[in-house]
């Protein structure tokens, strides 16, 4: 039996039409679209099934929407078999891959995240800032990189092993794209409308924290990997303490994938909108390891051949 992790997607991954396969074929799918509504109190079905895309993709709306989409296609995963090794999850992903690891439930998974869409966004028009995509170094040159700059600027996401996004204010960004370019690396802007993982959203950082104190975790079914440390645990108490300082900390996904490998995993589900997780993995896991995108019921048989 194959060593299996899955993991689950965050901002970024969404398109008009995610999710709607799953609602239609089950009525726990349904459930949890109406959970994302009442938590929320947004249109989440109309959103990701009607869009636009425009308002889908704001931080508000898209927080407990995508969430909804991943939690929809771990239960399709649970209900025919499936017991991962392992969970992980990116950024708001991460809230995903607690509750599949029973340390929360759906209803609590879902209050958070859509209390998270809105402190964030608020933070965002309080606190503007930027953030861009450094590609062609590694995790530790790209915060050496940041380092140099006066003002705040770090790390995001070490996404692959040569592409780290970088947040902060917006001239403290620029001036690292140009460092960044003088030094030979490429340095992509990104169309976001805040400078997640940095202290600009400290003030929901706490939110956040103060939220997360006040919630029950249960004790771990599987492994869950936190965005903050990038290793492996099933300890309840120490992954609570972690996605308290997860929102203006760096997602450390290069090191959650290289330490799954480690750890014996050979089959990566992901379960959500769209691959964007899948292709980040294969660009840092060995060339033997599968990797598996399910967000729609015909993506199960594949998924569940594989295991």
């Not at 194959?2 to 726990?28: L, N, T």
């Not at 938590?39 to 869009?51: D, H, N, T, V």
């Not at 929901?204 to 079914?221: C, H, P, R, W, Y």
Request: proline share 6%.
């Amino acid at each position: 039996m194959a060593k299996v992790a899955v993991v689950f997607p965050g901002q970024g991954s969404q398109y008009v039409g995610m999710g709607q396969g799953f609602f239609e074929a089950s009525d726990q799918a349904k459930e949890l679209f109406e959970l994302a509504e009442a938590a929320s109190g947004r249109p989440i079905r109309q959103l990701c099934f009607e869009g636009p895309m425009e308002e889908l993709t704001q931080t508000v709306n898209l927080q407990p929407a995508v969430i909804a989409v991943d939690l929809a296609c771990w239960q399709a995963l649970s209900a025919a078999g499936l017991k991962p090794h392992a969970v992980a999850g990116h950024s708001v992903g991460e809230y995903a891959a607690l509750c599949a690891a029973g340390a929360f439930t759906p209803t609590d998974c879902l209050r958070l995240v859509s209390l998270r869409g809105l402190v964030m966004d608020r933070d965002a028009h309080d606190n503007p800032g930027a953030m861009s995509a450094v590609m062609g170094a590694s995790p530790e040159e790209v915060a050496q990189l940041c380092a140099q700059v006066e003002g705040v600027v770090q790390p995001a996401n070490y996404n692959t092993p040569v592409q780290t996004v970088i947040t902060g204010d917006k001239g403290a960004v620029a001036e690292a794209n140009k460092l960044a370019k003088e030094k030979g690396l490429k340095a992509i802007p990104l169309k976001v409308s805040g400078a997640w993982h940095s202290p600009l959203i400290e003030l929901a950082g706490q939110d956040m924290k103060n939220a997360i104190v006040e919630t029950e975790f249960s004790e771990l079914n599987c492994l869950h990997v936190p965005n903050t440390t990038g290793q492996p645990t099933d300890d309840a108490k120490l992954v609570k303490a972690e996605l308290m300082t997860q929102l203006t900390a760096p997602v450390r996904w290069v090191q959650t994938v290289e330490a799954l490998v480690d750890n014996g995993v050979t089959v990566f589900i992901e379960a959500g909108p769209k691959n964007v997780l899948a292709g980040l993995i294969k660009k840092t896991a060995p060339k033997d390891i599968v990797v598996i995108n399910v967000q729609e019921p015909a993506d199960l048989e594949k998924a569940l051949a594989a295991v």
